[in-house]
Protein backbone atom coordinates (compact mmCIF):
# COMPACT_ATOMS: atom_id res chain seq x y z
CA UNK A 1 0.00 0.00 0.00
CA UNK A 2 3.07 2.74 -0.48
CA UNK A 3 1.59 5.45 -2.31
CA UNK A 4 4.39 7.75 -3.81
CA UNK A 5 4.13 11.17 -2.25
CA UNK A 6 2.61 13.36 -5.03
CA UNK A 7 0.79 10.31 -6.71
CA UNK A 8 -2.10 11.66 -9.01
CA UNK A 9 -5.12 9.53 -7.89
CA UNK A 10 -4.87 11.30 -4.73
CA UNK A 11 -7.49 14.01 -4.21
CA UNK A 12 -4.94 16.35 -3.01
CA UNK A 13 -3.07 18.80 -5.44
CA UNK A 14 0.38 18.21 -6.37
CA UNK A 15 3.25 20.87 -5.86
CA UNK A 16 2.30 23.69 -8.84
CA UNK A 17 -1.03 22.35 -9.99
CA UNK A 18 -4.33 24.74 -9.99
CA UNK A 19 -6.56 24.00 -7.49
CA UNK A 20 -9.29 23.30 -9.41
CA UNK A 21 -13.08 24.13 -8.53
CA UNK A 22 -15.21 20.23 -6.90
CA UNK A 23 -16.44 18.69 -10.44
CA UNK A 24 -19.58 17.90 -7.64
CA UNK A 25 -22.32 19.90 -9.98
CA UNK A 26 -24.59 20.38 -7.17
CA UNK A 27 -22.90 23.04 -6.02
CA UNK A 28 -22.78 26.63 -7.31
CA UNK A 29 -19.62 27.25 -6.50
CA UNK A 30 -20.53 30.84 -5.71
CA UNK A 31 -17.87 32.95 -3.56
CA UNK A 32 -18.90 33.94 -0.49
CA UNK A 33 -18.59 37.83 -0.48
CA UNK A 34 -16.67 39.73 1.91
CA UNK A 35 -14.87 36.20 3.62
CA UNK A 36 -11.42 36.65 2.95
CA UNK A 37 -8.90 35.89 5.47
CA UNK A 38 -5.31 35.56 4.59
CA UNK A 39 -6.33 35.00 0.75
CA UNK A 40 -8.45 31.79 2.02
CA UNK A 41 -12.02 32.27 0.73
CA UNK A 42 -15.13 30.17 1.00
CA UNK A 43 -17.90 28.94 -1.46
CA UNK A 44 -21.46 29.52 -0.91
CA UNK A 45 -22.46 26.37 -0.89
CA UNK A 46 -25.40 24.56 0.81
CA UNK A 47 -24.13 21.89 3.62
CA UNK A 48 -24.13 18.47 2.62
CA UNK A 49 -27.74 17.01 2.77
CA UNK A 50 -26.69 14.36 5.20
CA UNK A 51 -25.00 16.89 7.80
CA UNK A 52 -28.52 18.33 7.69
CA UNK A 53 -30.16 14.84 8.44
CA UNK A 54 -27.68 13.96 11.12
CA UNK A 55 -28.45 17.91 12.48
CA UNK A 56 -32.56 17.51 12.23
CA UNK A 57 -32.54 14.03 13.48
CA UNK A 58 -30.77 15.29 16.88
CA UNK A 59 -33.67 17.49 17.21
CA UNK A 60 -36.30 15.26 16.63
CA UNK A 61 -34.23 12.99 19.02
CA UNK A 62 -34.66 15.72 21.88
CA UNK A 63 -38.08 16.14 21.63
CA UNK A 64 -38.57 12.48 21.77
CA UNK A 65 -35.97 12.35 24.80
CA UNK A 66 -37.47 14.67 26.63
CA UNK A 67 -41.00 13.10 26.19
CA UNK A 68 -40.00 9.89 27.10
CA UNK A 69 -37.90 10.30 29.89
CA UNK A 70 -40.81 12.67 31.69
CA UNK A 71 -43.66 9.66 30.92
CA UNK A 72 -41.15 7.08 32.16
CA UNK A 73 -40.45 4.98 29.08
CA UNK A 74 -36.40 5.56 29.61
CA UNK A 75 -35.07 4.77 33.05
CA UNK A 76 -33.34 7.33 34.99
CA UNK A 77 -30.19 6.70 36.18
CA UNK A 78 -31.21 6.97 39.88
CA UNK A 79 -33.59 4.66 39.42
CA UNK A 80 -31.40 2.11 38.32
CA UNK A 81 -28.89 3.05 40.63
CA UNK A 82 -31.30 2.67 43.45
CA UNK A 83 -32.37 -1.08 41.29
CA UNK A 84 -28.60 -2.00 41.62
CA UNK A 85 -27.99 -1.33 45.16
CA UNK A 86 -30.64 -3.12 46.07
CA UNK A 87 -29.89 -5.75 44.17
CA UNK A 88 -25.98 -5.55 45.73
CA UNK A 89 -27.16 -5.52 49.59
CA UNK A 90 -29.10 -9.03 48.79
CA UNK A 91 -26.03 -10.40 47.15
CA UNK A 92 -24.08 -8.79 50.07
CA UNK A 93 -26.80 -10.43 52.79
CA UNK A 94 -26.80 -14.12 50.76
CA UNK A 95 -23.05 -13.95 50.75
CA UNK A 96 -22.66 -13.45 54.19
CA UNK A 97 -25.47 -15.84 55.37
CA UNK A 98 -23.75 -18.49 53.19
CA UNK A 99 -20.50 -17.64 54.83
CA UNK A 100 -22.33 -18.30 58.69
CA UNK A 101 -20.13 -21.15 59.29
CA UNK A 102 -21.98 -24.33 60.15
CA UNK A 103 -21.03 -25.80 63.77
CA UNK A 104 -22.17 -28.27 65.34
CA UNK A 105 -23.69 -26.15 67.89
CA UNK A 106 -25.90 -24.47 64.68
CA UNK A 107 -26.82 -28.39 63.45
CA UNK A 108 -27.47 -29.54 67.14
CA UNK A 109 -29.75 -25.78 67.74
CA UNK A 110 -31.45 -26.94 64.18
CA UNK A 111 -31.94 -30.26 65.26
CA UNK A 112 -34.19 -29.32 68.55
CA UNK A 113 -36.00 -27.00 66.15
CA UNK A 114 -39.46 -29.25 65.61
CA UNK A 115 -39.96 -26.96 62.32
CA UNK A 116 -36.87 -27.49 60.79
CA UNK A 117 -36.88 -31.45 61.82
CA UNK A 118 -39.92 -31.57 60.04
CA UNK A 119 -38.94 -29.95 56.93
CA UNK A 120 -36.33 -32.45 57.24
CA UNK A 121 -38.45 -35.76 57.33
CA UNK A 122 -40.17 -34.25 53.76
CA UNK A 123 -37.07 -34.05 52.52
CA UNK A 124 -35.78 -36.76 53.55
CA UNK A 125 -39.08 -39.14 52.37
CA UNK A 126 -38.62 -37.42 49.16
CA UNK A 127 -35.11 -37.77 48.26
CA UNK A 128 -33.16 -40.17 50.90
CA UNK A 129 -35.54 -42.74 51.30
CA UNK A 130 -34.93 -44.56 47.98
CA UNK A 131 -31.79 -45.33 49.24
CA UNK A 132 -32.02 -45.34 52.70
CA UNK A 133 -35.42 -46.76 53.95
CA UNK A 134 -38.34 -44.52 54.70
CA UNK A 135 -37.25 -44.73 58.24
CA UNK A 136 -33.72 -44.27 57.46
CA UNK A 137 -32.73 -48.24 58.56
CA UNK A 138 -31.24 -48.82 55.07
CA UNK A 139 -32.64 -52.74 54.98
CA UNK A 140 -32.63 -53.76 51.33
CA UNK A 141 -31.88 -50.80 49.81
CA UNK A 142 -28.11 -49.50 49.24
CA UNK A 143 -27.43 -46.79 51.64
CA UNK A 144 -26.53 -47.74 55.22
CA UNK A 145 -28.31 -47.32 58.43
CA UNK A 146 -28.46 -43.66 59.41
CA UNK A 147 -30.29 -44.55 62.75
CA UNK A 148 -27.14 -46.82 64.43
CA UNK A 149 -24.63 -44.75 65.91
CA UNK A 150 -22.26 -46.55 63.36
CA UNK A 151 -20.73 -44.09 61.22
CA UNK A 152 -18.58 -45.06 57.47
CA UNK A 153 -17.85 -41.36 57.40
CA UNK A 154 -17.99 -39.85 60.86
CA UNK A 155 -21.19 -39.20 63.23
CA UNK A 156 -20.41 -36.00 64.34
CA UNK A 157 -23.55 -33.24 63.20
CA UNK A 158 -20.91 -31.73 60.79
CA UNK A 159 -19.77 -34.94 59.53
CA UNK A 160 -22.84 -35.78 58.51
CA UNK A 161 -23.75 -32.01 57.17
CA UNK A 162 -20.39 -32.43 55.05
CA UNK A 163 -21.08 -36.27 53.90
CA UNK A 164 -24.59 -34.89 53.04
CA UNK A 165 -23.81 -31.50 51.18
CA UNK A 166 -20.55 -33.07 49.49
CA UNK A 167 -22.11 -36.44 48.25
CA UNK A 168 -19.67 -39.50 48.45
CA UNK A 169 -18.11 -39.95 45.16
CA UNK A 170 -19.70 -42.67 43.27
CA UNK A 171 -22.59 -43.98 46.29
CA UNK A 172 -24.53 -41.02 46.60
CA UNK A 173 -25.20 -37.49 45.09
CA UNK A 174 -23.70 -33.92 46.71
CA UNK A 175 -27.20 -32.62 48.06
CA UNK A 176 -25.92 -28.89 48.76
CA UNK A 177 -25.92 -28.40 45.17
CA UNK A 178 -29.54 -29.34 44.52
CA UNK A 179 -31.31 -28.46 48.06
CA UNK A 180 -29.42 -25.47 48.87
CA UNK A 181 -27.62 -25.19 52.43
CA UNK A 182 -30.86 -24.51 54.81
CA UNK A 183 -32.31 -27.66 53.33
CA UNK A 184 -29.14 -29.93 53.59
CA UNK A 185 -29.16 -28.13 57.97
CA UNK A 186 -33.09 -29.40 57.78
CA UNK A 187 -32.15 -33.10 56.90
CA UNK A 188 -29.14 -33.05 58.77
CA UNK A 189 -31.53 -32.61 61.67
CA UNK A 190 -33.95 -35.15 60.65
CA UNK A 191 -31.14 -37.74 60.69
CA UNK A 192 -29.69 -36.60 64.04
CA UNK A 193 -33.68 -37.05 65.28
CA UNK A 194 -33.90 -40.43 64.12
CA UNK A 195 -30.72 -41.33 65.97
CA UNK A 196 -31.56 -44.57 67.93
CA UNK A 197 -34.75 -45.81 66.42
CA UNK A 198 -34.21 -49.14 65.47
CA UNK A 199 -36.60 -49.35 62.85
CA UNK A 200 -37.57 -52.69 61.45
CA UNK A 201 -34.82 -54.51 59.19
CA UNK A 202 -32.67 -51.94 59.68
CA UNK A 203 -28.63 -52.92 57.59
CA UNK A 204 -26.23 -54.34 59.44
CA UNK A 205 -23.94 -51.49 61.20
CA UNK A 206 -21.08 -50.35 58.93
CA UNK A 207 -18.34 -48.46 59.67
CA UNK A 208 -16.91 -46.99 63.27
CA UNK A 209 -19.18 -45.98 66.65
CA UNK A 210 -19.85 -42.57 67.13
CA UNK A 211 -21.19 -41.69 70.95
CA UNK A 212 -22.38 -38.02 70.80
CA UNK A 213 -20.88 -37.02 74.41
CA UNK A 214 -20.54 -32.86 73.66
CA UNK A 215 -23.30 -32.45 71.83
CA UNK A 216 -25.79 -32.39 74.43
CA UNK A 217 -28.10 -34.82 72.54
C1 LIG B 1 -28.49 -42.96 45.28
C2 LIG B 1 -28.67 -43.48 46.60
C3 LIG B 1 -28.59 -42.50 47.76
C4 LIG B 1 -29.36 -41.41 47.99
C5 LIG B 1 -30.51 -40.89 47.13
C6 LIG B 1 -28.93 -40.87 49.24
N1 LIG B 1 -27.88 -41.58 49.73
FE1 LIG B 1 -26.92 -41.24 51.46
N2 LIG B 1 -25.63 -42.76 51.05
C7 LIG B 1 -25.76 -43.63 49.98
C8 LIG B 1 -24.70 -44.63 50.07
C9 LIG B 1 -24.49 -45.79 49.10
C10 LIG B 1 -23.95 -44.31 51.21
C11 LIG B 1 -22.75 -45.08 51.77
C12 LIG B 1 -21.48 -44.62 51.09
C13 LIG B 1 -20.27 -45.40 51.57
O1 LIG B 1 -20.38 -46.59 51.85
O2 LIG B 1 -19.22 -44.75 51.64
C14 LIG B 1 -24.57 -43.14 51.81
C15 LIG B 1 -24.12 -42.53 52.95
C16 LIG B 1 -24.81 -41.53 53.61
C17 LIG B 1 -24.39 -40.96 54.85
C18 LIG B 1 -23.14 -41.35 55.64
C19 LIG B 1 -23.41 -42.56 56.44
C20 LIG B 1 -22.21 -43.02 57.25
O3 LIG B 1 -22.28 -44.13 57.75
O4 LIG B 1 -21.25 -42.24 57.38
C21 LIG B 1 -25.33 -40.04 55.22
C22 LIG B 1 -25.34 -39.19 56.47
C23 LIG B 1 -26.31 -40.02 54.17
N3 LIG B 1 -25.96 -40.93 53.20
C24 LIG B 1 -27.40 -39.19 54.16
C25 LIG B 1 -28.25 -39.06 53.06
C26 LIG B 1 -29.29 -38.06 52.99
C27 LIG B 1 -29.65 -37.09 54.09
C28 LIG B 1 -29.85 -38.21 51.77
C29 LIG B 1 -30.96 -37.38 51.17
C30 LIG B 1 -30.75 -35.96 51.07
C31 LIG B 1 -29.18 -39.30 51.10
N4 LIG B 1 -28.20 -39.79 51.91
C32 LIG B 1 -29.51 -39.77 49.84
C33 LIG B 1 -26.68 -43.58 48.99
C34 LIG B 1 -27.66 -42.60 48.86
Known sequence: MNKPAHSHDDDRPSKGEEVGAPSDSNY??????GHEYDGIREYDNPIPPWLSLIFVGTIIWSVFYVVAIN???????????????????????????????????????????????ESGQEIFTSNC??????????????GPN????????????????????NGIEGQMPAWKSQLGRE??????AYVRSIQGTEPANAAEPEGAPYTPDDQGS
Do not use: F, M
Not at 183 to 188: C, E, G, S, W
Open 28 to 33: DDVLLE
Open 71 to 117: LGYIDRYEERLENDQQEIAALRRKAQADQTKITNALLAKAADTTKRV
Open 129 to 142: APCHGQKGGGGGKI
Open 146 to 165: LTDKYWIHGGELTDIYNTVS
Open 183 to 188: KVVDVV
